[in-house]
């Protein structure tokens, strides 16, 4: 607005109507009353706060297979024999609340509670802290920013990908197995040029389930324990990531990527039951190493080093990612938890078809394939217990509206049970059989999950 009211008084000046004096006193007073109304705006605090979040409920039928199965990253899978944390039928499996905005050219804030995380077995839907960051602009361009606080680390595409974009109801526990909960404590530098902010800005309009803007260069140091968990040691995990998207001349956008990260992990530990020398079942509590003291008692190696590479869906598109490296892990037969190897990843192809018309709505429909594949550790599970996995999975979400998205997944499981359950002995009254702890099993589901964006 001042920009045309300074437009139309120098016309009016080149045409005589005015005096050149009388043009320059017009402008200063235009200008200055720009400026006292902008001053005003920066005092509300109201017009740097915005709220945004969204809500997923899940439901899943067994559709075959092992009885008594628990699939440890959703509690909606299981039946009336599994462990304890199954719910079985309905789940809230997220509901985030995101207050985030800009003061100034040089921070950004970014808060994320989540009002379905659980406390114990039986006690679900409490607010737990997601998270908690700033980010500090080095230059007016954003090219360069340290993030600080509770956030991502960056390390893997799909564990960057917030859940409301992702199309597969859980990340693969290959990557996701580097960083519980995908966050931790620390501080990180981000660097992006600005052609490649216009890239990502790019991706993110089309909808092309992007990761976010992590940067075309990270690296950062974070207390490695985890979100929302104390540090044990005192020993930074050090993490850097490089990724670099192009867009060809038929407008196609790839992005590849390569990241690693090192540190010290301190595994908690807890009685799970197994069989012992006479092939009884009985309880058992791991150590921390061997020797006296422990020789994992302030950490075992952790570290790892993986790759990525997406061809976006336009509408044909290919997600993969794998990742290799030395991890804490439980030894069964030793009943100890020390240094272990381990290697996984996966690859999805998906479909992008837009202007998908049902009824009066006019949406987007996505089918995908994925298959997941993991010879590892659970680091930050309870023991970090072996996890083999070699899954298959269907689907197809629909996008019917921004603010609605319904996802429905044929999933073909293969994979370790993580829940441990202690049942040594059997409970014919409950119909419950005794039960090794960490056994494998093979089931297939059917997952539906319905998404409120607001």
Not at 31 to 48: A, D, F
Not at 220 to 231: D, I, K, T
Not at 385 to 391: A, F, L
């Amino acid at each position: 607005m001042a920009d045309s009211t300074v437009d139309l008084v120098q016309a009016l000046v080149s045409k005589g109507v005015l005096t050149e004096e009388e043009g320059a006193l017009l402008s200063k007073g235009r200008s200055t009353e720009v400026e006292v109304q902008k001053k005003k705006e920066s005092k509300s605090w109201t017009s740097r706060v915005n709220l945004r979040g969204y809500v997923q409920v899940r439901n899943t039928t067994m559709l075959g297979g092992d009885d008594g199965i628990n699939l440890w990253s959703d509690r909606s899978v299981g039946d009336d024999k599994s462990l304890g944390d199954a719910d079985k039928n309905f789940l809230i499996r997220r509901a985030r609340l995101i207050i985030f905005g800009d003061f100034g050219d040089h921070l950004s804030y970014y808060i994320q509670p989540d009002f379905a995380s659980t406390a114990g077995t039986g006690n679900n839907n409490f607010a737990q802290l997601r998270d908690a960051y700033g980010d500090v602009y080095i230059d007016k361009t954003r090219v360069h920013r340290v993030r600080v606080g509770q956030s991502k680390v960056p390390y893997g595409f799909e564990n960057l990908q917030s859940s409301s974009n992702r199309l597969a109801l859980d990340r693969n526990d290959a990557l996701n197995s580097a960083v519980r909960d995908e966050r931790d404590l620390g501080a990180f530098y981000y660097y992006t040029p600005t052609d490649i902010q216009a890239l990502f800005e790019d991706i993110n309009k089309q909808g092309l389930k992007h990761s976010g803007n992590y940067g075309m260069f990270a690296l950062g140091l974070y207390n490695g324990q985890g979100a929302n968990r104390p540090e044990q040691n005192d020993n930074y995990h050090v993490v850097s990531r490089f990724t670099y998207p192009w867009k060809t001349e038929s407008g196609q956008i790839y992005e590849a990527g390569i990241q690693a990260y090192r540190g010290e992990y301190v595994s908690s530990t807890g009685a799970y039951s197994r069989r012992n020398a006479a092939g009884a079942l009985a309880t058992a509590t791991p150590t921390l190493g061997t020797g006296t003291p422990l020789s994992g008692r302030n950490g075992i190696e952790d570290e790892r080093v993986g790759i990525s590479f997406i061809m976006y869906p336009q509408p044909f598109g290919i997600q993969a990612e794998w990742n290799w490296g030395n991890t804490p892990g439980l030894d069964i037969a030793k009943n100890v938890i020390e240094k272990k190897s381990l290697n996984g990843g996966y690859v999805q192809a998906m479909y992008k078809i837009d202007n998908f018309q049902f009824l009066s709505t006019n949406g987007t429909l996505i089918p995908f394939i994925k298959w997941q594949y993991f010879d590892g550790y659970n680091k930050a599970e309870t023991n970090s217990p072996e996890n083999h996995v070699n899954d298959w999975e269907l689907g197809v979400e629909w996008q019917l509206a921004p603010e609605v998205e319904i996802a429905m997944v044929y999933h073909r499981m293969n994979r370790t049970n993580l829940v441990t359950g202690g049942r040594n002995a059997a409970t014919p009254a409950a119909n419950l059989p005794a039960r090794e702890d960490y056994e494998h099993f093979k089931a297939d589901a059917l997952r539906v999950q319905l998404q409120y964006n607001f």
